[in-house]
């Protein structure tokens, strides 16, 4: 969104909200060149959020939770790493830094074929 768009991280953050949690005829506007670059993508929020718009949101909520709570904390626990969970993150010991990071990027892999830039704080 930030190259498509040409706008910085946070703005990018709040045009995603927009784009993914409101209803769909609002802020049309906002996602227009979205829905003409990303017609497919655009066809499948859309079409998530025909009776509930809530509903999208809620389906990610669960993929983040499978992803991050079943996938990699379990993984991580079975290295006796123990994480703490903040959202979208895991706290770990930096000692389990690099064994944490190569588990990350394997569930990601696995479940999206992609993996995300991962912050480290």
Known sequence: LQELYG???????????????SKNKSYK????TFKEVYPNIYKIISSQK????????IKLQQIESDIFIDKICRKLVEKEIIPFTIHDAVIVNKRDKETTLKIMESVFQDAL?????IKEE
């Open 7 to 21: 706008i910085a991280r946070k703005e990018s953050k709040d045009l995603w909200m927009k784009i993914a949690y």
């Open 29 to 32: 506007e906002d996602k227009k």
């Open 50 to 57: 025909t009776k509930n718009h809530a509903e999208f949101a």
């Open 113 to 117: 074929s992609e993996t995300p830039c």
